[in-house]
């Protein structure tokens, strides 16, 4: 099995280009299944093939996208979720004294923000 990195270029054709922007939809094969991807301009895809499939050669030759080929171990990395990071959540207290009232003594009030 190889694996593969396809990048779209479609967002660096020339401005008056036919294809400029254009979203690619590309069909492949993965084990017994055949997928059909979407590939936004200046997208990325991973896949694993044993060959890479006819239609992305065709785009390749119109320098429409590229391909690397990467390893198994940075294909696995890729396939992970990002680990999210929390924050603590941080109280402030603040504050502020409103103008003179009607009696002529000052407001002052405490707020809590989140």
Known sequence: ???YKITSLTHKLPKRHINKDKTLEIE????FSE??????????LY???PSLPVNLHK?????????????????MKLQ?????VVQPKVEKT?????????????????????
């Open 1 to 3: 099995m190889v694996y």
């Open 28 to 31: 492949y094969r993965e084990s």
């Open 35 to 44: 997928k059909k991807y979407i590939l936004p301009p200046n997208g990325t």
């Open 47 to 49: 896949i694993s093939s």
């Open 59 to 75: 785009l390749r030759m119109k320098k429409m996208i590229t391909v690397v080929e990467i390893n198994k171990n940075a294909f």
């Open 80 to 84: 992970q979720p990002p680990i999210p």
């Open 94 to 114: 603040t504050t502020t004294e409103k103008p003179v009232t009607k009696r002529g003594r000052k407001k002052t009030i405490e707020v809590e923000k989140e």
